[in-house]
């Protein structure tokens, strides 16, 4: 099924206006593994022209794909769910050997990202318009009546990251499908191939030709570009938020949906049931080696509970698996990315080690593999206290009160989501509504899901609000019909 999208040398093809199509130019960037430096594929490195004839072809064929019922489309994507499912051991395999990612989490992924296009479809079906009496307002009669519709709004640019190259491309695609739009997928260099193979699984579901394209290149080439693009209608994005701010600042009039970068905070309160705390801040804060913005990224815990919380964290890293998972399997840390994104863990750790910090677990480097690192003792000078890490290393913070703690969980330029422990509901509520974050969790750790619930991040964590219901409102706008009745007075 999969064997268009590439050529016998392994180079990959764009979906565009429904054909699989080459590098025109022959220019394509290498992609290699994390995890034993190999070429697994090249994609091709677009140029402006071929951007606009992907803009272009999705500009054409949205104007027929909003005449489409809500059922054709949902019945698309109800396909494209079951494909996805039956090509879970593929997209698994090129996922890990792509990102870095273990099997277990991709394969995860896969289905987790298949439930969500179902459930999509399903949510779509049931929202609805609505109909406004004109008298209900003060000086109207009820002669007039606004039919209100929500309509798509063009075309849609949906920038992918790297870290779950299929869920969150595919929470772009699939509620914009399903409020009329057409797509323009631009996944991360690195998530590029599982970006394309998500096209080809939409494209085999029915999706007609040129309501969903893709582009890769260059950013420097095309980023910009297509980014100001007169065609584009909305944009999409989830990344840092250095390339957010400068996607929001090249923009005008056209509407964004961010999802950027967090420093999400566990605090932690002296009634907390600490086995449950350090479970969650393990798993929290070292899944996937701690390439999520949605990680837990700093613990804030008051000083009474803290050396016993910090011996049961340590206890639970020690238990943590780390390797390649390529030669060992399923484990929890695993090589980050890139040189680059490891070279800047390994400066908070310096910076941390430089200014006092105790270093409790971990801190040792081995290529791009980090081993999970615990700091205590962190203090408010140190990069590791504001700076997201992306990786495998998180620090303690030591404080008196749930003033100072939600002082300082504030003080942070990110706003995504902060959690707090506590068998103290009143407490809870009391610092919940106090922490300027768009989600707080009370006794779990920092999470994306339930995809049906709002995800949001406020301040330089994100603009707009993300989840399947309000993912499709957002791409899609309301639409007032008047009728204007006879006088019956």
Not at 242 to 258: F, N
Not at 289 to 296: D, I, K, N, P
Request: hydrophobic fraction near 40%; charged fraction near 25%; aromatic fraction near 6%.
């Amino acid at each position: 099924m999969f064997e268009f999208i590439k050529d016998s040398k392994n180079r990959y093809k764009n979906l565009v206006d429904g054909e699989w199509v080459a590098s025109k130019e022959d220019t394509y960037i290498d992609i290699y593994s994390p995890l034993d430096e190999s070429l697994i594929g090249s994609i091709p490195a677009m140029t402006r022209e071929e951007v606009d004839l992907a803009v272009h072809a999705a500009k054409a064929a949205q104007r027929k794909w909003k005449l489409t019922t809500i059922d054709e489309r949902g019945e698309i994507l109800y396909r494209a769910a079951e494909i996805l499912l039956e090509q879970t051991e593929e997209l698994a395999t090129l996922m890990m050997r792509e990102i870095a990612k273990d099997m277990k989490s991709s394969r995860s992924e896969v289905s987790r990202t298949a439930d969500f296009i179902k459930f999509t479809a399903d949510t779509a079906k049931n929202l609805s318009g609505e109909s406004i009496p004109g008298d209900s307002f003060p000086g109207f009669k009820s002669n007039k009546i606004s039919i209100v519709r929500r309509e798509p709004l063009g075309v849609v640019l949906a920038i992918s990251p790297f870290n779950y190259p299929i869920n969150l491309a595919a929470s772009k695609i699939a509620p914009g499908l399903m409020a009329g739009n057409s797509i323009l997928l631009k996944p991360a260099t690195q998530g590029s191939l599982c970006g394309l193979y998500l096209a080809k699984v939409f494209e085999a579901a029915g999706v007609p030709a040129g309501v969903l394209n893709t582009i890769t290149g260059r950013g420097g080439e095309i980023g910009d570009y297509v980014t100001t693009h007169p065609e584009i209608n909305f944009i999409n994005f989830t990344g840092s938020t250095e390339v957010g701010a400068r996607i929001s600042k090249l923009t005008s009039m056209v509407p964004l949906l961010m999802e950027l970068g967090g420093k999400d905070a566990a605090i932690v309160l002296e009634d907390a049931d600490l086995e449950l705390t350090a479970n969650n801040i393990v798993a929290g804060g070292y899944s996937y080696s701690g390439q999520r913005c949605t990680a837990v990224k700093r613990i804030l815990v008051m000083e009474p509970v803290a050396n016993q919380l910090v011996e049961k964290i340590k206890e639970k890293i020690k238990k943590l698996k780390v390797g390649n998972p390529l030669t060992d399997g399923d484990v929890d840390i695993v090589p980050l990315i890139n040189t680059k994104a490891a070279d800047f863990v390994m400066e908070l750790i310096e910076d941390a080690k430089s200014k006092g910090g105790k270093l409790i677990a971990g801190g040792n480097r081995q290529g791009n593999l980090i081993e999970p690192t615990l700091f205590d003792h962190v203090t408010t000078d140190m990069r590791l206290a504001w700076e997201e890490p992306f990786g495998p290393v998180l620090p303690i913070i030591r404080v008196k009160s749930k003033q100072e703690a939600i002082e300082i969980a504030n003080s942070s330029v990110y706003g995504l989501q902060s959690a707090v422990f506590t068998q103290n509901i009143n407490d809870a509520f009391y610092i919940a509504d106090r922490l300027e974050v768009g989600t707080v969790q009370i006794n779990n750790k920092t999470e994306r899901g339930p995809d049906h619930f709002p995800f949001l991040g406020v301040k330089a964590s994100g603009l707009g609000t993300q989840g399947i219901r309000y993912s499709i409102e957002s791409m899609s706008r309301p639409k007032a019909t008047v009728i204007n009745l006879p006088d019956q007075t």
